[in-house]
Nanobody, 123 residues
Framework: QVQLVESGGGLVQAGGSLRLSCAAS????????MGWFRQAPGKEREFVAT????????SYADSAKGRFTISRDNAKNTVYLQMNSLKPEDTAVYYC????????????????WGQGTQVTVSS
């Protein structure tokens, strides 16, 4: 089992950058694939990015490609989401999640979730 805690959200102007972090508890972090998702008010939770257990494979939503980068440090039990060139439409609560298989982009496939961190991008 793994517990997840996100941090790094905040208020930023359009065009700015933020780096989100997700710290995981448990000794088996390196066995999990990790994902970032987001949920804007009134919308469903959507996939943003995912990374496999050793960082060798990643996948991004079209909205994130070229602007966001997911990475992980298994020694620190942490996964990151570097977000550049932020847009107002990126405003949402961002969640990290873990699952025990490979690259998956479907929300319901993830069994472990953090509490979320708010990202607000002003125009």
């Amino acid at each position: 089992q793994v517990q997840l805690v996100e941090s790094g959200g905040g208020l930023v102007q359009a065009g700015g950058s933020l780096r989100l972090s997700c710290a995981a508890s448990g000794r088996t972090f390196s066995s999990y694939a990790m994902g970032w998702f987001r949920q804007a008010p009134g919308k469903e939770r959507e996939f943003v990015a995912t990374i496999n257990w050793n960082g060798g494979s990643t996948s991004y939503a079209d909205s994130a490609k070229g602007r966001f980068t997911i990475s992980r440090d298994n020694a620190k039990n942490t996964v990151y989401l570097q977000m550049n060139s932020l847009k107002p439409e990126d405003t949402a609560v961002y969640y990290c999640a873990a699952h025990s298989s490979g690259i998956v982009t479907v929300v319901r496939s993830y069994g472990y979730w953090g509490q979320g961190t708010q990202v607000t991008v002003s125009s």
